[in-house]
């Protein structure tokens, strides 16, 4: 199984960034997604979540109205849009993969950084 996240870096406060999960070695169908950050001395944090059944999605207060989830089953992808950024927000970014049925440990991504400055 294999998390590959992509699309992070460096963006000026009030910029937009989007960010990518590639999913291999499983049903992507089957797995809810969701991401997570880490930022310096801080506990990850999960920030979304998309079901597989329905695509439902939850997010958490910090990032309501400003960060969107979405996945495409067809291609095995989920993403991340990003709007409104702050200085806040830099961490690392991960993806993570969970089955439908919580059985696995689930699987995560190795992150990728997302930097916001000026």
């Known amino acids: 199984v294999q998390l590959v996240e992509s699309g992070g870096g460096l963006v000026q406060p009030g910029g937009s960034l989007g960010l990518s999960c590639a999913v291999s070695?499983?049903?992507?169908?089957?797995?809810?997604m969701s991401w997570y950050r880490q930022g310096p001395g801080e506990e990850r944090e999960l920030l979304a979540t998309?079901?597989?059944?329905?695509?439902?999605?939850s997010y958490a207060d910090s990032i309501q109205g400003r960060f969107t989830i979405s996945r495409d089953n067809g291609k095995n992808m989920f993403y991340l849009q990003m709007n409104s950024l702050t200085p806040d927000d830099t961490a690392v970014y991960y993806c993570?993969?969970?089955?439908?049925?919580?059985?696995?440990?689930?699987?995560w991504g190795q992150g990728t950084q997302v930097t916001v400055s000026s």
């Open positions: 993570y993969a969970q089955d439908r049925l919580g059985i696995s440990n689930g699987y």
């Open positions: 998309i079901g597989s059944r329905d695509g439902r999605t």
């Open positions: 070695g499983v049903t992507f169908s089957w797995y809810d």
